[in-house]
C-alpha cells in the first residue's frame, strides 16, 4: 500500500489504469481470446451461484484484477469511515473523468426500514449486517460482465443495469435511481465496508471485485465534526447527531480502519 495525499494524485492514478485497461482490452480483441473471456465468465458465474460465495477464492485481490483482464471497464473502490469525504471524492473524480465514468454507492444497497425494524437493527442502521450484501455483490459482478457480453455479442451496448440510490431526508434506498450501461469503462465504487474481511457477513466477496482501491483517511477530529453537521442537516437534532456519531457510527468507524491495510493506496486528507 502506498500513501498519496492530495486528489490530484488519484486522478492520475485511475486515468493509468483506465489507459492500462483499455490497451489490455484492445489486445484480447481476437476470436480466440472472446473464448476463453466467455469461458472465464461462465466460470465466476457459476462459483458466485456454490458455495464458493465466502471462500479465498473472493478475498483474494488479484481475483479481481484477472477478472477485469479483457473486460475494458474498471472498477476503482474508494473507502473509509463515516465522515472522511468519501462521496465527495468520489463524486469529484467521476466528474474529473467525464462521460467515460459513473459513480455507484453503496448506500443504496441499505436495507429498507421496515426490513431494519424486522431484523431489530434499526437503532444499528450502518453497520455491515443492515446493508443487502448479496445484492451489492451480485450488481459489482454484473457490472464486470455486461461490457465484456457486448464485446462477445457484438451488440450496439444498450444493454443496462439498474442500481439503487438513496434518499437521505427518508433513509431508504430508491430502486433503480441509477442506470449503468455498457458504454461506461469506469465505475467507482464508494462505501464504508468495500474492503471488510467478514465471511460471515459476505462483505469478504467485495474486495476481489475492485481493480484499485484507495482508503480515505481523515483527521478523526474534523472526521466527527463533519458527521455530527451531517446528521444534523438530514433532520437529527444537535444532541441525536453526536449520539448516533459516536455511538453506532464510531463502531463502524473501529471496524473500517482496520480495512485500511487491504487498499492499494491510502488517500491521507488535511
Same mark, same amino acid.
Not at 458455495?51 to 473509509?80: H, V
Given at each position: ?14 486515468? =493509468? $489504469? %483506465?489507459?492500462? *485497461?483499455? +490497451? #489490455? @482490452?484492445?489486445?484480447?480483441? !481476437?476470436? /480466440?481470446?472472446? &473464448? =476463453? $473471456? %466467455?469461458?472465464? *465468465?461462465? +466460470? #465466476? @458465474?457459476?462459483?458466485?451461484? !456454490?458455495? /464458493?460465495?465466502? &471462500?479465498? $477464492? ?213
Amino acid at each position: 500500500m502506498t500513501t498519496i495525499t492530495g486528489h490530484a494524485e488519484l486522478t492520475r492514478l485511475v486515468r =493509468s $489504469a %483506465a489507459k492500462s *485497461s483499455a +490497451s #489490455d @482490452s484492445s489486445a484480447s480483441d !481476437s476470436p /480466440a481470446s472472446d &473464448s =476463453s $473471456a %466467455a469461458d472465464e *465468465s461462465a +466460470s #465466476d @458465474s457459476s462459483a458466485f451461484g !456454490s458455495a /464458493a460465495f465466502g &471462500s479465498a $477464492a473472493f478475498g483474494s485481490a488479484a481475483f479481481g484484477k484477472q477478472a477485469s483482464e479483457g473486460n475494458g471497464r474498471l472498477i476503482i473502490g474508494i473507502t473509509g469511515s463515516p465522515g472522511a469525504g468519501k462521496t465527495t471524492i468520489a463524486e469529484r473524480l467521476v466528474a474529473e473523468l467525464g462521460h467515460d465514468a459513473q459513480l455507484l454507492s453503496m448506500d443504496g444497497f441499505h436495507l429498507p426500514q421496515a426490513r431494519l425494524h424486522e431484523l431489530g437493527r434499526r437503532e444499528r442502521m450502518g453497520a455491515p449486517d443492515t446493508f443487502d450484501v448479496v445484492g451489492f455483490v451480485a450488481t459489482l459482478r454484473k457490472l464486470r460482465g455486461l461490457r465484456e457480453s457486448r464485446e462477445l455479442r457484438g451488440d450496439t451496448g444498450q444493454r443496462e443495469i439498474a442500481i439503487p440510490g438513496f434518499d437521505r431526508d427518508r433513509e431508504e434506498p430508491v430502486p433503480g435511481a441509477l442506470i449503468i450501461t455498457a458504454a461506461t469503462n469506469i465505475v467507482v465504487v464508494e462505501g464504508n465496508y468495500l474492503l471488510l474481511d467478514d465471511p460471515s457477513t459476505g462483505w469478504n466477496a467485495v474486495a476481489a471485485l475492485l481493480d484499485l482501491s484507495f482508503f480515505v483517511r481523515l483527521a478523526d477530529d474534523i472526521r466527527l465534526s463533519r458527521l455530527i453537521a451531517r446528521h444534523e442537516r438530514f433532520g437529527k437534532s444537535p444532541a441525536e447527531a453526536r449520539a448516533w456519531a459516536m455511538g453506532p457510527d464510531a463502531a463502524n468507524a473501529e471496524l473500517i480502519d482496520r480495512t485500511a491495510a487491504r487498499a492499494d493506496h491510502l488517500l491521507e486528507l488535511d
